[in-house]
């Protein structure tokens, strides 16, 4: 240990060549890119120096629609999926029978496809000239009438997206939560009960505030993975996202770079910083935020 | 006595409004649990319907009297399913195996060996796990394209085999094992590469064995890169396969066979997951996320 | 108030039927407690003592047995309406609250008709923390206090509800030596202040004698003796309790009773005893030694330690049940050139236990 010599960087080495041709060099190519205007792939050549392909971005209509789309899901998917969670946790913590049972089932979606499991979802949900689909037998089961969610309004097709997300993200959260209330002290329970509190006011003034670190660090994670949200949407609508005015901001991105309308990294990378800036602001927004409100 | 009898009362109360407790807690974890396995029943029950009798069902049956397994042969046979399952396969495996060995000489050189800069590129490191992958795709996939590496195993495999995250996690767990240890192999006269082979990695182990698994989940339902990466059925992945699947495969209609092809390849995973659920469960808890 | 206990008795169901046997951590405990009095509760640790403390909280409820706090049966009685004050070994200071947070918190758990006005809470709180005197510390929160001043807190919190009867867990064995002599003169303090009945869990018997009023010793779920620290000191009932108590710890020999003397080997080491025939222990406490050239019990010695105002004499012996003899003696003309060493005895520090079933059979 005493020995200072520089073998280490030998060591170090392939992970520096890899990092640094595919994460380093690519950060600041990514800002060259975006202020390159009227970049041609082809020939590898352009106009100018600029905003120009940001204000392009921002005006681009499909961008505003996947923006648009992205808050909605993030503003729906991270408070429903986190208080769900919690719900289920508190639940897994207060059993002990089948409760390794339904932990393994509760952790499943982790390990499946997106993409496989949100085809099955799509045909769940979809409305076809052969079927109305499951869900739409459970809808007019209790009196409602048949929806088509996947070609359909925006909000059915909103409500699959969340839904899906959901599904998706919960047995990280559950997992996560299950594991910090089950780390909380016993004794401090017994001292509550001891001090006469409330379920309610035990689980408001002690179980939440020790938990609170764990909490916060889901939300802040389940707000950048919403904000990344693709896979899911293309599961359940097709490669084809701006046409079915679901596209999400990294659909955009990969659309810009390979797809229909493909062929346009300038794009790309102005969409891909605007992400980027989006997700740090949030994630610092929160970071202030909870300054008052997490124990740690 | 009258006291003894209230008592009991409360007692019974107690017990009453616990045993109520409880039955709205199974209830509801019933009612997930259902949430979670419904679209794997369904996804397993479409499969081993004929095409004829579930277009036939205008309103689906929950059951089948007549499975088949016909739409498992069309999944084999009408679309290269096997193709892209060994596709996914060399992915994962290359993927994760050269990200193992990268992590495990990294994390070592961090927590083990001493030399200058260490803590600068460190530090460095850890800056860079807050980068997004998705900040960094666009430039990477003009650099795999000018390289000609589109459509090659290489191209996918190359730019997601040093992950900071994972050779963070190693380091930790290396840092656990006493320096003593290292002293003793030194009195010995191990060198360090043959102590990192005999003592830390054998130590180790399920620590590397979770990072394997976790990473090969990630690869095995990668989409974003292989997506951008393949335009040649050849080379695609699962993932991709099953967008094609559902766009140009069996004809729009076909879901029975598409459900077919859908359990085939999610098959793999569950089995892994039923094998070592501890170990992926404890790893995911102490630090991954999905996505 | 006072407590008493009948017949109680606590089983942990064995987890595996086949290989373990049911553990009983408390079995068929009956003692009473006087109203105004300091309990400690004494024994090994697994003996169950805390096993005993959880059943008076509530917070374990018995197999079988009854409690009472006063004329009120309490046994199905929950914690939080028992009016019980806990102070748990590690405190259980809530982290995330101020200590005025933490003292108050059981009084805003109040409800229905015990609920009191804000302003009241404020006066309990700051009356105990004057009390227990951390009324500087209000505002911190717990991880910026000291070891010592936790544990005032917890006790502070415990008090503020004036709880029947306070009971603590292991009080003192999270603090260093020095603290941990005083919080127990403040302990001592605190409860002759308030008079609660008070029981407090100890595998430590120095703390038990010296401020417990009375001390309840246990051993594998079983009361063994009962009574004021002295008192049981002087009056073992059976060879585990007089081994227990008394620091150096007493001496134990093998011996026989023979015509009304006891013998170590062929020496009568004490005569005039009101006892059969029989194998017996004879424990001898160390201060129960008296040297003497003509003594008749000769131990080899090996060396000799000063304490101050007496010194304690280490010494062997063929019959003792451990490899070293303390005596403490306050003589010092003893001349040490021999190998050997003999003592007289006094008689009122010399015990009888039956070698069948190590209970006490008489005072010599």
Not at chain 2, 70 to 85: E, H, I, M, Q, W
Not at chain 2, 232 to 242: E, H, L, R
Not at chain 3, 173 to 178: M, P, Q, T, V
Request: contains cysteine; aromatic residues 12%.
């Amino acid at each position: 240990m005493e020995k200072n010599n520089n073998k280490g960087w030998l060591y170090l080495l392939p992970a520096i060549a890899f990092l640094g041709l595919f994460m380093v060099y690519p950060l600041i190519d990514v800002s060259i890119y975006s202020i390159e205007e009227g970049y041609n792939s082809a020939s590898q050549s352009f106009f100018g120096v600029g905003l120009y392909n940001y204000s392009y971005v921002l005006h681009d209509p499909y961008f505003l629609q996947a923006l648009k789309n992205t808050f909605i899901l993030v503003a729906i998917t991270v408070p429903v999926s986190t208080s769900i969670a919690l719900l289920i946790s508190l639940g897994l913590n207060s059993i002990t029978k089948l409760k390794v049972m339904y932990q393994t089932i509760f952790f499943l979606p982790y390990v499946t496809n997106t993409l496989a499991v949100g085809l099955v979802f799509m045909i769940l949900f979809n409305k076809t000239a052969y079927t109305d689909g499951f869900a739409n037998l459970i809808i007019n089961y209790f009196g409602g009438s048949s929806v088509d969610f996947i070609n359909g309004p925006y909000w059915a097709k909103m409500f699959v997206l969340c839904f899906y997300t959901v599904w998706v993200v919960m047995p990280f959260k559950v997992l996560t939560l299950t594991s910090a209330l089950a780390s909380v002290n016993q004794q401090y329970y017994d001292a509550a009960k001891i001090d006469s509190a409330s379920k309610l006011r035990t689980f408001t003034k002690i179980t939440l505030p020790m938990i609170s670190p764990i909490v916060f660090y889901l939300v802040i994670t389940g707000f950048i993975g919403a904000f990344k949200a693709y896979g899911d949407a293309v599961a359940l609508f097709g490669t084809d996202l701006n046409a079915a005015e679901m596209n999400t901001i990294v659909g955009y991105i990969c659309d810009m770079l390979y797809g229909n309308s493909g062929g346009y990294p300038s794009y790309a990378s102005a969409g891909a910083i605007i992400l980027f800036v989006i997700v740090l602001t949030i994630t610092c927004l929160n970071l202030l935020i909870s300054k008052k409100h997490v124990y740690y | 006595m009258a006291n003894q009898s209230s008592f009991e009362k409360l007692n019974k109360t107690a017990n009453a409004k616990k045993k109520a407790a409880n039955a709205i807690i199974y209830a509801l974890l019933s009612f997930w649990a259902v949430m979670i396995l419904f679209p794997f029943y369904w996804m397993l029950l479409t499969s081993i319907k004929s095409y004829s009798s579930y277009n036939s069902e205008f309103k689906p049956m929950l059951y089948t009297l007549k499975p088949t397994i016909d739409n498992y042969k069309l999944a084999f046979t009408a679309v290269p399913l096997s193709r892209y399952f060994m596709n996914t396969l060399i992915f994962t495996i290359s993927a994760t195996s050269l990200m193992l060995a990268i992590t495990v000489f990294s994390a070592y050189a961090f927590a083990k060996l001493n030399f200058k800069g260490k803590s600068f590129a460190f530090t460095l490191f850890l800056a860079l796990m807050m980068i997004p992958n998705e900040l960094v795709i666009v430039t990477n996939f003009v650099t795999i394209t000018n390289l000609g590496m589109r459509n090659t195993y290489l191209g996918l495999v190359l730019p997601s085999i040093a992950s900071v995250f994972y050779i963070y996690l190693l380091k930790e767990n290396f840092e656990q094992i006493p320096a003593e240890l290292y002293y003793a192999a030194k009195v010995d006269g191990t060198s360090d590469l043959a102590y990192l082979f005999k003592v830390m990695i054998p130590i180790c182990k399920p620590t590397i064995f979770t990072i394997a698994i976790l990473k090969a989940i990630e690869c095995w339902n990668s989409y974003v890169w292989p997506r951008l990466i393949t335009d040649d059925a050849n080379y695609f992945v699962v993932s991709n396969g099953i967008q094609e699947i559902r766009e140009n495969g069996f004809g729009r209609e076909n879901i029975p066979a598409m459900m077919a092809a859908v359990v085939v390849i999610s098959v793999p995973l569950i089995i892994l997951y039923f094998i070592f659920r501890k170990s992926i469960m404890e790893g995911v808890a102490h630090g991954g996320t999905k996505g | 108030m006072k407590v008493v206990l009948q017949n109680l008795t606590k089983i942990y169901p064995s987890r595996n039927k086949k290989t373990d046997s049911d553990v009983i951590a408390v079995n068929d405990f009956s003692f009473e407690i006087a109203s105004g009095d300091l309990v400690g509760l004494l024994g090994p640790s697994g003996c169950g003592k805390s096993t005993a403390l959880n059943l008076i909280c509530g917070l374990q409820s018995p197999t079988s047995g009854s409690i009472f706090f006063d004329e009120d049966d309490v046994t199905a009685v929950p914690p939080e309406r028992r009016g019980v004050g806990v102070v748990f070994q590690n405190y259980a200071l809530y982290p995330h609250l101020t200590v005025k947070e933490n003292i108050l918190f059981p009084l805003q758990n109040l409800k229905g008709p015990d609920k009191i006005p804000k302003q009241d809470m404020l006066n309990r709180a700051n009356e105990v923390a004057g009390l227990v005197q951390i009324a500087g510390l209000m505002e911190r929160k717990p991880s910026e206090l000291s070891g010592g001043q936790q544990q005032r807190v917890a006790i502070a919190r415990a008090l503020v509800k004036m709880p029947r009867i306070l009971l603590l867990d292991e009080p003192f064995s999270n603090l260093d030596a020095r603290l941990r002599l005083q919080t127990r003169e403040e302990l001592r303090r605190i409860q002759r202040q308030t008079q609660i009945t008070t029981v407090f869990v100890t595998h430590d018997q120095e703390e038990a004698m010296s401020i417990s009023d009375t001390i309840i010793v246990m051993r594998d779920g079983k009361i063994e003796q009962i009574g004021k620290p002295q008192q049981v000191y002087d009056n073992p009932a059976n060879l585990f309790v007089a081994s227990f108590l008394g620091t150096p710890p007493i001496n134990v020999f093998e011996g026989h009773v023979a015509n009304g003397s006891a013998y170590i080997g062929n020496e009568a080491v004490i005569s005039g005893i009101n006892a059969e025939n029989q194998q017996v222990y004879i424990g001898i406490r160390p201060e129960g030694f008296i040297l003497n050239r003509q003594g008749p019990l000769k131990c080899e010695l090996s060396r000799v330690e000063a304490m101050g105002r007496d010194i304690s004499i280490v010494s062997k012996h063929s019959a003792s049940a451990s490899s070293i003899v303390r005596s403490i003696c306050s003589e010092s003309d003893i001349s040490f050139e021999s190998e050997q060493v003999c003592f007289s005895l006094k008689p009122e520090k010399v015990f009888l236990f039956s070698k069948e079933t190590e209970e006490r059979i008489t005072s010599a």
